[in-house]
């Protein structure tokens, strides 16, 4: 995926070549690779969506899904575009696999179908900490008190298999 060149000139009497070198990299390798969101950059977004734009009225809540809406299992790389303006994360490893497989990628957000190509997803402290401090968790309800952010843990629901039992 990721491309370094190293080119030579020949000149030999009147022809020229060139040589180039490309390092191939597997999706694992991007997604440690990869730079990262600052976990200020992520808390401001968040409390700009909790504060509204210029004192309107927001919501009293913002929830940070902990699943990832490609493979809808618990996120474990955490990532998002670096264009992207939302705090909402998916699987950086899934998507990656997921258009590396594409005979045709597109490199889109899956939240918000903004152009993201491989090389610019961010991994994103926050959602990563949210992920590990609630495990078994399926969402992050995070709230602004005073000058405190809030976060509650909203576990899984459980399956309810047997509707007909009712």
Known sequence: ME????????????YQGYIFVATRRTAEDVVKLQQF??????????V????????TLAP??????????ITFKPLQNPCRGAACDHPVCFEGLSYLQLYQSSKDPRWKCVICGEVVQWYEI?????????????????K??????????IFRGIPFEPENEDMDEK
């Not at 190293?6 to 009497?13: I, K, Q, R």
């Not at 700009?48 to 004192?55: A, D, I, V, Y």
């Not at 992050?140 to 952010?149: A, E, F, I, Q, R």
């Open 3 to 14: 491309r370094s060149s190293y080119s030579a000139e020949f000149h030999l009497n009147q």
């Open 37 to 46: 969101i600052p976990l200020g950059e992520s808390l401001a977004m968040v």
């Open 140 to 149: 992050v309800n995070v709230s602004l008190d005073g000058t405190k952010l």
């Open 60 to 69: 009293d809540k913002v929830s940070l899904p902990l699943v990832c809406p």
């Open 122 to 138: 961010r991994s994103d402290i926050l959602t990563a900490k949210l992920a590990e401090e609630f495990s078994g968790c399926e």
């Open 48 to 55: 700009s969506l909790l504060s509204g734009p210029n004192g």
